[in-house]
T-cell receptor, first 112, second 112 residues
Framework: KAGVTQTPRYLIKTRGQQVTLSCSPI?????VSWYQQTPGQGLQFLFE???????NKGNFPGRFSGRQFSNSRSEMNVSTLELGDSALYLC???????????FGQGTRLTVV | GENVEQHPSTLSVQEGDSAVIKCTYS??????FPWYKQELGKRPQLIID?????GEKKDQRIAVTLNKTAKHFSLHITETQPEDSAVYFC???????????FGKGTKLSVKP
């Protein structure tokens, strides 16, 4: 079956702009989590969605938001971009808690 | 909330030696502990996981041990090979529905 798909793969944005990233989970997976990966900081948890509801949220400012659609596809939005938002954004889907999380290939965001 | 500490941040071994990576967690209710491997430029992938009802699990050259009393778990790789070179992440459930919280990663280098 198809894996987790993230689009776009690469983005270059200017400070102050906003950006929307997309994640299509594995068919049948209702949980989608988002992570920010930067060198030295590992995988920092942003939020998790399950059946269109945000279940958990990490310690990120309100500029970071997300949503999940009825087909489990998820989007993440970052408004008023800052240079420090440059990172690899990964999403992961899983069937339920305490099961394997499958990662997408990520979206590399560069803010200039 | 859950806090996961991972050590060491870098580890260099000779081919054929063993490698050990250790993680501690804070939430005593956590009951699922996966390990992910991320090769350069690729997405993280699950290599092994353990649940709280067992103390050790092996899969060929890889093993994970869990000490619930001390709240720590470790990854053991025996007979290391150059293709084991990657960044390894441990994780534990955080939040009310168990979203995964990751350690900051260990960069393992296996020298031929």
């Amino acid at each position: 079956k198809a894996g987790v798909t993230q689009t776009p793969r690469y983005l270059i944005k200017t400070r102050g702009q906003q950006v929307t990233l997309s994640c299509s989970p594995i068919s049948g997976h209702r949980s989608v989590s988002w992570y920010q990966q930067t060198p030295g900081q590992g995988l920092q948890f942003l939020f998790e969605y399950f059946s269109e509801t945000q279940r958990n949220k990490g310690n990120f400012p309100g500029r970071f938001s997300g949503r999940q659609f009825s087909n489990s596809r998820s989007e993440m939005n970052v408004s008023t971009l800052e240079l420090g938002d440059s990172a690899l954004y990964l999403c992961a889907s899983r069937v339920s808690e305490n099961t394997e999380a499958f990662f997408g290939q990520g979206t590399r965001l560069t803010v200039v | 909330g859950e806090n996961v500490e991972q050590h060491p941040s870098t580890l260099s071994v000779q081919e054929g030696d063993s490698a050990v990576i250790k993680c501690t967690y804070s939430d005593s209710a956590s009951n699922y502990f996966p390990w992910y491997k991320q090769e350069l430029g690729k997405r993280p992938q699950l290599i092994i996981d353990i649940r709280s009802n067992v103390g050790e699990k092996k899969d060929q050259r890889i093993a994970v041990t869990l000490n619930k009393t001390a709240k720590h778990f470790s990854l053991h790789i025996t007979e290391t090979q150059p293709e084991d070179s990657a960044v390894y992440f441990c994780a534990a459930p955080g939040g009310s529905q168990g979203n995964l919280i990751f350690g900051k990663g260990t960069k393992l280098s296996v020298k031929p």
